[in-house]
DNA sequence: GACTAGCAATTGGTCGACCAATTTTTCAAT
DNA sequence: ATTGAAAAATTGGTCGACCAATTGCTAGTC
C-alpha cells in the first residue's frame, strides 16, 4: 500500500524560482546579456517575497550563469549553453551518485595525480607528502583510524601533481567517498596498515620521479576499494542508509 | 607607484561569516554533530543582519558543511575532515585554474568517459549520441559555430559511460572550459569540420564496443586542444583579461 | 536643436519584525 | 519525587520596509 506513494518533491521555493529561470534561458527566451526584471517583479511574479528571489538569484550566480550587479540590475552571464540542462538543476549533487562511479572516478584522479605529481613534484612537494605521510602513520601506530590524513596524504599529491582543477575536483569527491566509506563501515582493522606501507611505495615512486610507476601504485592502492564497489553495484545494492 | 597598492579585498560580508565558521570548525572549536549558535547571536556577534548570516550558512549547507534544521538549529555536519581547508573557501573557484590544468584534466575525463561508453553504452545512447552528433553537423555545415552541440555530444557520451560523478564533474569544468574557447580564440574556422569526423570515429568505436580505441579515439580528438594549451603555458601567459 | 545639470524613479543591498514549529521550562497532579 | 501537560522562550522561515547607488528623464541653457 505504501508503494503507492511517489516521493513527495522536496523542492525549496528558491529551486523553484531558479528552475523556471534557467529554463527561460534555456528556451532562448533569456539570452546571454539580456537583464533580468527586477527582483520586485520577479517577487510579485512569483507570489512569493524578495528573499526567495534573491536566494535563487544568488544560486545561479554561484553557478556563473547569472551576475548581478548593484543598483544596475542582473544580467545573464553564462554563453547560451545547452548544456546547461541537468547542470544547473543539480549540480554537485553527488550524493545521488552510486558508490561505484565515484570510487571509479576517484581512482581515474589519484591515478593521473599520481602520474602527474611524479613528472612534476617539486623537492617541496616531496616534504610536504612526507609529512602527510608522518601523520598518518603516527595514528596508524596508535591503531587509530586516521581517515583525514589519509586524505591529506592523497591531496598533498595532488598539490603536487601541479594540476588545480585535478585537485579541485578530487576536493569535490572527496567529501562523498569518505562518508560512504563511513557508511559502508569499509575501513577494516589492518587496511591501514597494508595502506600505509602502500603509501610509502606511491611515494617512493613520486620521489624518484617514475610516473607511470607512481600511477600502477596508486592504483594497486585503491584497487582494494575499487573491487569491492563492483562487488556491492553487483550484488545486492546496500541501501547505505 | 601604483604597485604599492595591493588588490581589495572584495570578500563579501558572508563570505567573511562563512570563513570564521568554517575556521572554528577546522580549529576544533566546533565538531560534526554539534549545534551552531542561533542566527541572531551571530548576527549580533559579526554586527550584521540576520540576512549575512542565513546567506553564509546557506552557502556553507551548500558545501554539505552544515545542516540547517528548521526551528531547531543549525549543526556542523561534515565528517571533521581536515582536507577541508582550502576547500570551502574558494572551491569551484576553477576560474583560477589555469588554461592548462582545465584542458589537460578535461582530456583526462573525457577519455575515461569514452572508454568506458565502449563497454557500457545501450542502444539508447548510442541514438542520443548520434542525435547529438547530428545536430553538431547540421550546424557545422551551415558554417556555424555549433559549441553547444560539440558539447552536447561529449556530454551524451558521458551518460553513455553510466557513471554519474564522471558526467557531473565533466559539467562541472565544461562551462570553464568554454569561456576559456572564447576568451582565447581557440575555435578556428575550419576546426569545426575536422571535429565533424573525429566525432564520427569516436562513435563509431563506441557503437563496435572497442573501448581502448574510444578512448584513443578521443585523445586524438583533444590533443590539438592540449597542445595549445601547453604552449599557452610554456610560451607567455596570455592574461585572458 | 544639442547638451548638460539636476531631479525622480528604479535598482539591488540591508535590516528588523512577524510567523509557525520546536524546544525548554514550569508547575501541578499523582 | 516523578511525570505529564501546558505555557513560555527560542529556533529558523518569511516578508515587507528602508537605504544608497545607479539610471533615465526632464528641463534649462547655450
Redesign the interface.
Known amino acids: 500500500m505504501l508503494e503507492n506513494f511517489s516521493e513527495i518533491t522536496i523542492e525549496s521555493p528558491a529551486d523553484k524560482i531558479s528552475r523556471q529561470i534557467r529554463e527561460l534561458i534555456l528556451s532562448g527566451q533569456l539570452k546571454p546579456g539580456d537583464r533580468l526584471p527586477p527582483e520586485r517583479k520577479l517577487a510579485e511574479k512569483f507570489g512569493v517575497g524578495r528573499t526567495y528571489v534573491r536566494?535563487a538569484l544568488?544560486k545561479l550566480e554561484?553557478y556563473?550563469i547569472l551576475k548581478t550587479q548593484p543598483q544596475s540590475g542582473t544580467v545573464v552571464a553564462?554563453?547560451?549553453?545547452?548544456?546547461l540542462e541537468?547542470?544547473i538543476s543539480d549540480?554537485?549533487?553527488?550524493e545521488?551518485?552510486?558508490f561505484a562511479?565515484?570510487v571509479?572516478?576517484r581512482v581515474?584522479?589519484e591515478t593521473?595525480a599520481a602520474t602527474l605529481a611524479a613528472k612534476r613534484r617539486t623537492p617541496e612537494d616531496l616534504i610536504n607528502i612526507q609529512k602527510a605521510l608522518d601523520a598518518y602513520q603516527e595514528k596508524v601506530l596508535r591503531e587509530e583510524q586516521g581517515?583525514?590524513?589519509d586524505?591529506?596524504f592523497h591531496?598533498k599529491i595532488a598539490e603536487a601533481s601541479?594540476?588545480?582543477?585535478?585537485k579541485?575536483?578530487m576536493?569535490?569527491?572527496?567529501?562523498d567517498i569518505?562518508?560512504s566509506f563511513?557508511k559502508l563501515d569499509i575501513c577494516k582493522a589492518g587496511r591501514f596498515h597494508r595502506a600505509l606501507e602502500e603509501h610509502q611505495i606511491i611515494l617512493d615512486h613520486i620521489a624518484n620521479q617514475e610516473p607511470e610507476k607512481a600511477g600502477a601504485a596508486m592504483r594497486v592502492h585503491l584497487k582494494d576499494v575499487l573491487d569491492y564497489s563492483y562487488t556491492l553495484k553487483n550484488g545486492r545494492l546496500n541501501g547505505t542508509d
Open positions: 536566494e544568488q554561484f556563473g553564462g554563453m547560451g549553453i545547452t548544456a541537468g547542470l549540480i554537485l549533487q553527488l545521488n551518485s552510486d562511479s565515484l571509479e572516478t581515474l584522479l593521473q581517515v583525514e590524513e586524505l591529506m591531496l601541479k594540476n588545480s582543477v585535478l579541485s575536483l576536493l569535490i569527491i572527496t567529501p569518505v562518508n563511513i
